[in-house]
């Protein structure tokens, strides 16, 4: 697994040749890159979001190597179901029904709280972010020609791409189809074959969806994987540099949306697949459908910064599992701070070490060595060169890393242990009701530079700036 040459070009990892090789871009000097976004009927947990920082590194690396990178991410604000076999109910009319909004207000709501996470993350914006239900057209068109071709059947509740014309669907996963094909009962009005997939879903005949759309075989919606590979053609061609995803992506959604683009284009759309693997908690994949996840926002209201949790991304390879832990969040944020107050005692300086920089080079362009890359970060930290360039080089190695040192400001104002004790004194006087008491304690607090507000079960002290 660990990829040992020197490699100051860029080196990756692709899923399709399982091997890592040298990245070379299709047209010189430019780079596209499709990232699978999130399905918008809940808030992103921290797994989610782990995706997403291991492809904002690789963006951030193509950038280092002088890619210009065009940066696609979708919003699958339809046809997501509940499983990967094609039954069950879609995402969205799920989340819609357990909040009591619409599905249209649940996808607007949160897209707009993904994007915060994104950007509290210091992930950079993609160039073009696009929604599934904004590319019907696209999608149609795109089953038309499969149809054109063949490859297609009709069912009870929809059409499905018929993945026997295709000796070498599932490669991607090295997929034994035989063994999945054994046993398999076929019944009239039902796939053919466990890998067939759904293109479009018909509405059911006796109620309307929220999200349904007229099609040429009849009123629905389109299936998960061919909005990828609508859109990613859309922006990108059908024929780009990276598609990246989670590793659950490789053995379905992946492995069909090459499937249908080969049957389409006569291509397998990106020249590198990528997959980041999961965050687990226990043995388990963190998952919004396993009820038990984390949000951003959860390590927040626990005072940790969510750059604590990129730093924690970081010490791990993207091509192995993280196993979360309170510990090794908390040992991340302390080297944050740690790294962040270096950063901030030494002079600005513009002339990096170059052999510092070029080791850095060498770790993170071998397959995004992260952690080796943090590893000399620490060493050029501790390091005896002069300390305007240590800074010089650390601001260069924080474009790929992206923990955003430049923007850190030190808290103008800790909260003295005296000042908590009397916060404290203060909530115990409310508790007894006397009410006297707590404004007087109040009154000390303010003098001492604090400002003292009632959450719902706690206290929160802030900085009285006025
Ligand atoms: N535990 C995890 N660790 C890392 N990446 C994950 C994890 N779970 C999902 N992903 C990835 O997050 C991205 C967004 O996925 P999406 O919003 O569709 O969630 P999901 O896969 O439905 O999540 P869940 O399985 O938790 O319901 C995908 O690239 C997916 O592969
Ligand atoms: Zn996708």
């Not at 059908?238 to 995803?245: A, K, L, R, T, V």
């Not at 192995?320 to 950063?343: C, I, M, N, P, V």
């Not at 260069?396 to 808290?411: F, S, T």
Request: net charge negative.
């Amino acid at each position: 697994m660990v990829f040992k040459k020197n490699c100051m070009e860029l080196h990756l990892y692709d899923s399709w040749e399982r091997r890592v090789r040298r990245f070379e871009s299709i047209v010189p000097g430019r780079a596209g890159l499709y990232c699978c976004g999130p399905t918008v009927y809940d808030y992103a947990h921290i797994g989610n979001l782990r995706t997403y920082v291991f492809e904002d590194l690789l963006r951030r690396t193509l950038s280092f190597n002088h890619y210009q990178v065009q940066h696609v991410v979708n919003i699958t604000d339809v046809g997501h179901l509940v499983s990967d076999a094609d039954d069950g109910e879609d995402k969205m009319e799920k989340g819609s029904r357990r909040s009591g909004k619409s599905a249209w207000e649940i996808a607007a709501f949160y897209s707009a709280a993904f994007m915060a996470d994104f950007r509290a993350l210091n992930l950079l914006e993609p160039e073009t972010w696009c929604r599934a239900t904004e590319y019907l057209p696209q999608q149609i068109a795109f089953i038309r020609t499969l149809e054109e071709k063949g490859y297609v059947y009709r069912t009870e509740d929809g059409i499905y791409f018929d993945t026997s014309r295709q000796s070498d669907y599932g490669y991607l996963a090295r997929l034994d189809r035989d063994a999945l094909q054994a046993g398999v009962r076929v019944a009239v009005g039902e796939k053919r074959s466990p890998t067939d997939f759904a293109l479009w879903k018909f509405s059911p005949a006796d109620s309307r969806r929220q999200m349904e759309w007229d099609s040429p075989w009849g009123r629905g919606f389109p299936g998960w994987h061919i909005e990828c590979s609508a859109m990613s053609a859309a922006h990108l061609g059908s024929w780009f540099d990276i598609h990246c995803g989670g590793e659950d992506h490789i053995a379905v959604h992946h492995s069909n949306e090459i499937a249908q683009t080969q049957a389409c284009h006569g291509t397998r759309l990106a020249n590198f697949w990528m997959h980041g693997y999961f965050l687990q908690t226990g043995s388990e994949k963190m998952s919004k459908s396993g009820g038990d996840f984390l949000r951003l926002q959860s390590l927040v209201e626990r005072d940790i910064d969510p750059l604590a949790y990129r730093y924690l991304c970081l010490t791990a390879h993207y091509r192995s599992q993280l196993e979360f832990s309170w510990d090794g969040l908390q040992a991340a944020a302390t080297a944050l701070q740690r790294l962040r107050e270096a950063y901030h005692r030494w002079p600005d300086g513009t002339q990096p070490d170059q052999v510092f920089l070029d080791r850095f080079r060498d770790a993170i362009n071998s397959d995004l060595n992260s952690s080796r890359a943090l590893t000399i970060v620490w060493e050029l930290v501790r390091s005896e060169a002069d300390v305007v360039m240590r800074k010089a080089t650390l601001r260069v190695m924080d474009q790929v890393l992206g923990l955003d040192l430049d923007n850190w400001r030190p808290a103008s104002h800790e909260i003295p242990a005296a000042v908590k004790a009397l916060a404290g004194q203060r909530q115990a006087a409310r508790e007894a009701q006397q009410w006297q008491e707590a404004d007087r304690l109040r009154r000390e607090i303010k003098a001492q530079g604090f400002l003292v507000e009632d959450g719902v079960s706690d206290w929160v002290l802030k900085p009285d700036n006025n």
